[in-house]
C-alpha cells in the first residue's frame, strides 16, 4: 500500500543534541511537508520542499532543518537551536500539477526533550 | 494515546444522532477547502474536500457546505458512531499562499456518546 512513514513513533532526547526525524513517502509525491502540533493549536508549517534538491522556509523554520535528496525522503533535523522542540512532528505530501489535491499525512513522530 | 488537543472545542453527541461541525475562513480567495479527521497518536486522515464553485458535496455519511457569503464550511456526519470520536480540522487554500498552502483550523474534538 501506498502511504507515508515517519520514524520512529516516540523520540526522546536531551537538551542540546540536535535530532533528525526520518519521513519517506511512495506515493510518487513531488511535494512534502513538515508540520508541528501543539496541544490546542493547529498544524504549523515549518518547512516544505516541492521538487528534489529545493525546499523552503514555513512559517516557523527556525532551529529546524531540511534536506531533500531523494523524491522519496524529506528528513527534519531539530537543531539545539529550537526554543521549545517538544511536539508531534507531522510529514505530508501532495500530488503537484494541481492546486486542489489534498495532503496525505503520516503518522507523527512525538519528540520529548528533556 | 497521545492528547492532539488539550483545549480544543468540543462536540458531545449521542451515537446515531447528526453531527456538525462547523469552521469559519478568514480569506475570501480561498479556493479550495478540505476537512480532516485526527484520532489520538494518529495523523490526519482525509475525510471531504469541495471547491469553491461548489455549495454542497457529499460522501459516505458525510457531508460538507460551504458558504462563501460568510465564509463558513461545516462538515456533517450522519449517524454518529464511536469510531467518528477524534478531532477534526478544516482546511482551505488561496491562490495567495505561497507553495499552495492549506492554512489549517484549531479543531474541533468529536466525543460520540454511546
Known amino acids: 500500500d501506498g502511504g507515508i512513514t515517519q520514524s520512529p513513533k516516540y523520540l526522546f532526547r536531551k537538551e542540546g543534541q540536535n535530532v533528525t526525524l526520518s519521513c519517506e513517502q511512495n506515493?510518487?509525491?513531488?511535494?512534502m511537508y513538515w508540520y508541528r502540533q501543539d496541544p490546542g493549536q493547529g498544524l504549523r508549517l515549518i518547512y516544505y520542499s516541492q521538487i528534489v534538491n529545493d525546499f523552503q522556509k514555513g512559517d516557523i523554520a527556525e532551529g529546524y532543518s531540511v534536506s531533500r535528496e531523494k523524491k522519496e525522503s524529506f528528513p527534519l533535523t531539530v537543531t539545539s537551536a529550537q526554543k521549545n522542540p517538544t511536539a508531534f512532528y507531522l510529514c505530508?505530501?501532495?500530488?503537484?500539477?494541481?492546486?486542489?489535491?489534498?495532503?496525505?499525512f503520516g503518522n507523527g513522530t512525538r519528540l520529548t526533550v528533556t | 494515546g497521545e492528547s492532539v488537543g488539550l483545549h480544543l472545542p468540543t462536540l458531545s453527541v449521542q451515537e446515531g444522532d447528526n453531527s456538525i461541525i462547523n469552521c469559519a475562513y478568514s480569506?475570501?480567495?480561498?479556493?479550495?477547502f478540505i476537512w480532516y479527521k485526527q484520532e489520538s497518536g494518529k495523523g490526519p486522515q482525509f475525510i471531504i474536500d469541495i471547491r469553491s464553485n461548489m455549495d454542497k458535496r457529499q460522501g459516505q455519511r458525510v457531508t460538507v457546505l460551504l458558504n462563501k457569503t460568510v465564509k463558513h464550511l461545516s462538515l456533517q456526519i450522519a449517524a454518529t458512531q464511536p469510531g467518528d470520536s477524534a478531532v477534526y480540522f478544516c482546511?482551505?487554500?488561496?491562490?495567495?499562499?505561497?507553495?499552495?498552502?492549506?492554512?489549517f483550523g484549531g479543531g474541533t474534538r468529536l466525543m460520540v456518546k454511546p
Open positions: 505530508a505530501s501532495k500530488r503537484t500539477g494541481t492546486n486542489n489535491s489534498p495532503l496525505h
Open positions: 506515493l510518487n509525491h513531488d511535494a
Open positions: 480569506n475570501s480567495a480561498s479556493d479550495y
Open positions: 482546511a482551505d487554500r488561496s491562490p495567495d499562499n505561497a507553495g499552495n498552502m492549506l492554512t
